[in-house]
């Protein structure tokens, strides 16, 4: 059974820093795409960045390029976001997201919100 379990949300003050991560389980082949995707209330989700596995080929949304970075950690089947220089407008669930074997999977979401 796949999962996706999201960590690492939480509040931050503009500027500040968070790291996401994602923990995969369930997969039986390396041939993945990873992706974080945010939804901001009253807004459509929207692709924050993508790395395919194993060849970690990564692309970002061209707003989101120089402040966050996906990486992946694949002895510990985890995939991250980093994120930096966080503003108000950064605020959103994020989720993360496998396609996999034509089919896509959803994790919960983590919270992440950007006040001071």
């Known amino acids: 059974q796949v999962q996706l379990v999201e960590s690492g949300g939480g509040l931050v003050q503009p500027g500040g820093s968070l790291r996401l991560s994602c923990a995969a389980s369930?997969?039986?082949?390396?041939?993945?795409?990873m992706s974080w995707y945010r939804q901001a209330p009253g807004k459509e989700r929207e692709l924050v960045a993508t790395?395919?596995?194993?060849?970690?080929?990564?692309n970002y949304a061209d707003s989101l390029k120089g402040r966050f970075t996906i990486s992946r950690d694949n002895a510990k089947n985890t995939v991250y976001l980093q994120m930096n220089s966080l503003k108000p407008e950064d605020t959103a669930v994020y989720y993360c997201?496998?396609?996999?074997?034509?089919?896509?999977?959803w994790g919960q979401g983590t919270q992440v919100t950007v006040s001071s």
């Open positions: 997201n496998a396609k996999w074997g034509g089919r896509t999977y």
């Open positions: 369930g997969f039986t082949s390396s041939s993945i795409v």
């Open positions: 790395i395919t596995l194993p060849y970690s080929f990564t």
